[in-house]
């Protein structure tokens, strides 16, 4: 009778793998799918808020490092741009594009 397979798993090296610099390329690379999809719905008065957008990589802190991308804009309008006001339409350019990944 054939042995029964067994799989015991390398936690630590699980957790390397998932903080790896090819696991921030590929978070990294989703993100700026994410960015470009941003730029391409965002509008365009002064082209301020169309031109802030950027990605940041790194490693998620805490108990269960991970490799984390995200999508920032860092005008000072973009909530506004984003969520609108009393007086403005809400663009959400953010919102549409994060259901693309």
Do not use: H
Not at 31 to 40: I, K, L, P
Not at 62 to 77: H, L, T, Y
């Amino acid at each position: 009778m054939a042995p029964k397979a067994r799989f015991r798993p390398d936690y630590k090296g699980i957790g390397r793998i998932l903080t790896s610099k090819t696991m921030q390329g590929a978070m990294e690379q989703r993100a700026e799918r994410v960015r470009d999809r941003c730029v391409a719905d965002a509008p365009e008065d002064t082209g301020t808020y169309k031109s802030s957008f950027r990605v940041e990589t790194g490693i998620r802190p805490g108990p269960k490092p991970r490799a984390v991308s995200k999508v920032v804009n860092d005008d000072p309008a973009a909530p506004y741009v984003e969520w609108g006001t009393s007086r403005t339409p809400r663009y959400r350019a953010m919102g549409r594009a994060a259901g693309v990944e």
